[in-house]
């Protein structure tokens, strides 16, 4: 019943099912209602992982190598242990920044470079082929199968035949055709394919259903459970060692590192990529999938190894390839309706395979490779060309086609050296490269471009030469000495031993060198390398930080030309239509009328940035939109900004020293006026005291001269008359050494320069012989002095000669204000609390209170001195108080009007015994 | 309890899963043998990843 047509129509058929699927999964998302927004449609996507890798091969590499299969899956599920922390983190960077597939993701982490986009993608295009090749394999070997069925089930491949007729090429084409029509049918701004994720979900399930329905057929329909297929097997001794696999130490270190690989692989992929980040519907469905998918890998992997010793068993010694047995233990027992099922189910495996990483890497070269070329190569011709979204949709198209076809080149050069697993795991290394640059931009700020470019770089070279050159060696399409003895017999060069690493297993040995290389050259190059640019920072914190609030807020733009201006570019690459809908739907969201009435500011730019980056990539988005906005001045990521901050701190506690400084020398300034005024005050004090002192000085010169002259002009004057004339010269000569006298007396005083004597003395004794002193003074003037004094009065300790004169003083400023023959002066030395105390009264007129204020001052006499010859220099009281205030006593006056005055000083007692009187 | 601890409970898990799955645990269990009939590894290998996956069902119950 199974013939050609027959397994064609029903692939077909099948086919036409995917498409009908995809098709409503479309039209219920353009309708709002999401047929694939929910956990287990995320979880079965991510099953794309399962391909005809895992459908086929897994039970190929069991028949050799026991539970060496696995690390495949045993890495993705400690992967998914992490996918909270890691792919949660990209999910919303791409959702913030419109990434559209790996290459995009990485090169807007690293500054938005174009060229690091285009080198992912041409290590992705180159690293992919090999699975691609093992995909385009199994199904035409599957389909051979079925086609000679019922003849031998042995898969020793046909004699070549030309490539038109040959199966893989044939599928490589439909492959191409049927992806095409699938995933390019319109360009997407938001690069999300609901109808294929729906699809390839469904194809998630059937493949699961097949391999299950064949495992159990297997293990229960040939044998009696899983016990009997492993004790029938331990019996024979060449598959009881499949059972301990783990031989020796080394096998422990390809299991890690292939698990290693594994869980690089399931975010690295671009397909898993895509489907795990870019089609993600809501970050929630992460949670689930952490458990649901390693659970489809379980149970797609339960029965590997029953179907691989039941194959060994069945087929034992025959050529029967291991990586066929899924397929040919239903066909030796004739259950051609579970061999039809389990074609389908590796159709689904390998298609679902070709479909996404197809479509995502086409996605890729269109956004990353050939945009940014054609971008810079012909830009002004581009601007005149209307149809954007349909020659990206032509690039796109023959990117798939072109990609189907260089996996087709490798299966011809490469496909039959290796068994499927052994293929796939050469794209592992591959995808594995990514590892580095993309996981270490999540979490690194320090990564920097170059490094990226150098890990990237170092890590595909050596990838190149380790690992695809062996496999292409081997297949006889190099010279097989270059395996052997190395590159012109250098021996430790060899591809497979390189530096004579004696590593048996090629993907270890492929991983470990790589993986050296490409981290060291990555962590190394960013390290000690030159720093990034601001540009390529501020990418880098929107990264790391995308869980941060920073990671909105550093504008990029400042602002474009115009509205239209912006909407144009974008209605070049994404329709006029669907430009005037998303600006319009943009100026609702801004609560604008129209599109018209929006203002060319830094959102709307970074808006129209998003929605091109959705459909063009990140690089040629920042291109495009760059030849109608302006950059912004280079942002500052924020460690920069803490810099300046800190930068800023710092300034800030010098401005406040500096501001203490200030403060002291406005303090310091302050103390200086005032004392610039106190010495200007001084100043006009010392012209004021010598202009005085001046006129002090002439009055009596001018009398004296005017006399001489007299005396001088007229020899004839009466002898009388010459005789007072004389009298008067030689008074106001007197006068004058008096006051010249005072004048150095006060000079001396106030300078400090003065000779002071210091004795203890006893004031009644100096009041006495003052009084004695005056006596005559008082006599010609009839003025009555008294003299009292207390019994007991302590000594004081001062200069005799400067108290005398103090008294003198006083006593001739007493007598001299008092009213001639009815004057009367009295005396007083009594002692008070502590100090000695004198006070000498008289019954002048009295002193007004203001002037009792001035009287101490310098040439400040009572009375009016226009009308009223001054009666003394106008130094004596302030010269009594300057000696009063040296031996630490005091000088004051009470007076009033009309009533006399009394001048009084004090000065302090000293601690000996008062003496008694000895004399009045 | 917050959402950090749950994190911080997965990541551990994921820690013990790296130790499951590896040497030397995976020599324990790597020697001639058979529990039900079952290569000793084999069922260790399958165990070990169904603990795991229950336990994560366990964990990310109400991380989300």
């Known amino acids: ?920 | 309890m917050p959402a950090s601890v749950r994190a911080a409970r997965l990541f551990c898990l994921f820690l013990a899963a790296l130790l499951l799955f590896n040497y030397p645990l995976l020599a324990v269990f790597s020697g001639p043998g058979s529990v039900l009939g079952i290569p000793v590894l084999y069922a260790y290998l399958f165990a070990a990843w169904l603990a795991v996956i229950a336990l994560a069902a366990l964990l990310v119950r109400r991380l989300a």
């Not at chain 1, 800030?652 to 005050?681: C, D, F, V, W």
């Not at chain 1, 004051?892 to 006399?900: D, F, H, I, K, L």
């Open chain 1, 1 to 920: 019943m199974l013939g050609p047509s027959v397994v064609a129509a029903a692939a077909l058929a099948y086919l036409g099912l995917l498409f009908a699927v995809a098709w409503y999964a479309d039209r219920r998302a353009a309708a709002g209602r999401s047929l694939i927004a929910n956990p287990y449609i995320y979880s079965l996507s991510l099953a794309v992982y399962a391909t005809a890798w895992t459908f086929y091969g897994s039970v190929g590499r069991a028949a050799s190598d026991g539970v060496g299969f696995l690390p495949i899956y045993v890495g993705p599920t400690l992967m998914l242990l992490l996918w909270w922390f890691v792919v949660r983190r990209m999910i919303r960077i791409a959702k913030a920044n419109r990434i559209t597939s790996l290459a995009d993701f990485i090169a807007s982490r690293y500054g938005k470079s174009a060229l690091l986009g285009g080198l992912v993608t041409v290590v992705a295009v180159i690293g992919i082929l090999p699975y691609i090749s093992l995909q385009l394999k199994a199904i035409s070997g599957s389909f051979d199968l079925l086609m000679r069925y019922p003849e031998a089930v042995v898969s020793a491949r046909p004699a070549p035949v030309p490539f038109l007729q040959d199966t893989a090429f044939q599928v490589a084409l439909v492959l191409g055709l049927f992806t095409i029509a699938f995933g390019t049918r319109k360009l997407d701004a938001a690069e999300r394919h609901e109808g294929m994720v729906a699809a390839v979900a469904l194809e998630s399930l059937v493949k699961l259903v097949a391999f299950l329905a064949v495992g159990v057929f297997v293990t229960y329909g040939m044998y009696d459970g899983f016990a009997d297929v492993f004790a029938r097997a331990a019996a024979q001794p060449g598959l009881r060692a499949l059972m301990t696999p783990f031989g020796s130490g080394e096998r422990y270190a390809d299991w890690a590192w292939m698990t290693a690989m594994s869980m690089l692989a399931i975010v690295c992929l671009p397909r898993q990529f895509q489907v795990a980040v870019i089609e993600n519907v809501d970050e929630k469905h992460i949670a689930r999938a952490v458990w649901l998918f390693p659970l489809y890998m379980l149970l797609i992997n339960l029965f590997v190894l029953p179907i691989a010793f039941g194959g060994l068993l069945h087929f034992g010694g025959t050529q029967v390839d291991a990586d066929t047995f899924v397929l040919t233990l239903p066909l030796a027992h004739h259950r051609e309706g579970l061999a039809l099922l389990v074609f389908l189910g590796g159709l689904s495996a390998a298609t679902g395979m070709v479909i996404v990483e197809t479509i995502a890497l086409s996605t890729m070269v269109c956004n990353d490779l050939v945009m940014p070329v054609l971008l810079r190569l012909t830009r002004y011709n581009f601007r005149e060309r209307e149809d954007f979204p349909g020659l990206l949709l032509d690039i796109r198209r023959g990117a798939i086609i072109t990609i189907l076809m260089l996996g087709y080149l490798y299966f011809v050069m490469a496909g039959d050296a290796f068994a499927l697993v052994s293929t796939g795991l050469i794209s592992f290394a591959a995808a594995a490269q990514f590892g580095p640059a993309l996981l270490g931009g999540l979490y690194w700020k320090g990564a920097t471009r170059a490094g990226a470019l150098a890990g990237l770089t170092g890590g595909f070279a050596v990838w190149l030469y380790t690992s695809l050159l062996p496999a292409v060696a081997k297949s006889g399409w190099a010279a097989t000495d270059l395996l052997a003895r190395g590159p012109w017999g250098i021996e430790w060069l060899k591809p497979t031993q390189l530096f004579g690493l004696p590593v048996a297993d090629p993907t270890t040995h492929a991983m470990l060198w790589s993986m050296i290389v490409n981290v060291g050259a990555y962590v190394g190059v960013s390290v000690f390398g030159r720093a990034a640019s601001a540009g390529e920072q501020a990418q880098a914190a929107r990264f790391v930080d995308v869980f941060g609030e920073t990671a909105e807020t550093l504008p990029l733009w400042r602002g474009a030309k115009s509205v239209e201006s912006l909407q144009a570019v974008l209605a070049r690459f994404l329709g006029p239509a669907r430009a005037a809908e998303l600006f319009d739907a943009y100026a609702a969201s801004r609560g604008v009328a129209g599109a018209a009435s929006l203002a060319a500011d830094a959102e709307l730019v970074h808006f129209a940035e998003l929605q091109l980056a959705g459909a063009i990539g990140a690089a040629s988005a920042r291109t495009m939109v760059a030849t109608v906005a302006q950059e912004a001045p280079q942002p500052l990521p924020i460690d920069q900004v803490m810099t300046i901050i800190d930068e800023a701190s710092q300034v800030i506690a010098y401005s406040h020293e500096l501001e203490g400084k200030q403060r002291e020398l406005e303090a310091a300034t302050a103390g200086l006026r005032a004392a610039n005024e106190r010495l200007q005050e001084l100043d006009r004090l010392k012209d004021d005291f010598i202009s005085t002192v001046t006129h002090e000085l002439r009055t009596p010169l001018t009398s004296i001269r005017a006399f001489s002259e007299i005396l001088h002009d007229n020899p004839g004057l009466a002898e009388a008359e010459r005789h007072r004339f004389l009298g008067l010269v030689i008074k106001e000569s007197e006068r004058l050494t008096r006051l010249i006298n005072q004048v150095l007396d006060l000079a001396k005083l106030e300078s400090g320069l003065a000779d002071w004597a210091s004795e203890e003395l006893d004031l009644r004794e100096i009041a006495a012989e003052a009084a004695n002193a005056t006596s005559a003074l008082f006599r010609s003037k009839g003025v009555a002095l008294e003299l009292a004094q207390d019994e007991r009065v302590p000594a004081v300790l001062a200069d005799r000669d400067r108290l005398m004169q103090v008294m003198l003083n006083l006593l001739s400023n007493a007598v001299k204000f008092c009213p001639d023959e009815r004057g009367r002066v009295a005396v007083r030395v009594s002692a008070r609390a502590g100090e000695v105390r004198v006070d000498v009264r008289d019954n002048g007129p009295g002193i007004s209170p203001e002037h009792q204020k001035v009287i101490f001052d310098k040439f400040r006499q009572v009375g009016d001195t226009l009308t009223q010859k001054p009666a003394g220099s106008g130094l004596g009281l302030t010269i009594c108080s300057q000696i009063i205030g040296h031996f630490g006593g005091r000088l004051w006056v009470q007076s009033e009007r009309g009533r006399g005055s009394v001048f009084s000083f004090a000065l302090p007692a000293t601690a000996t015994a008062p003496r008694a009187v000895e004399a009045a």
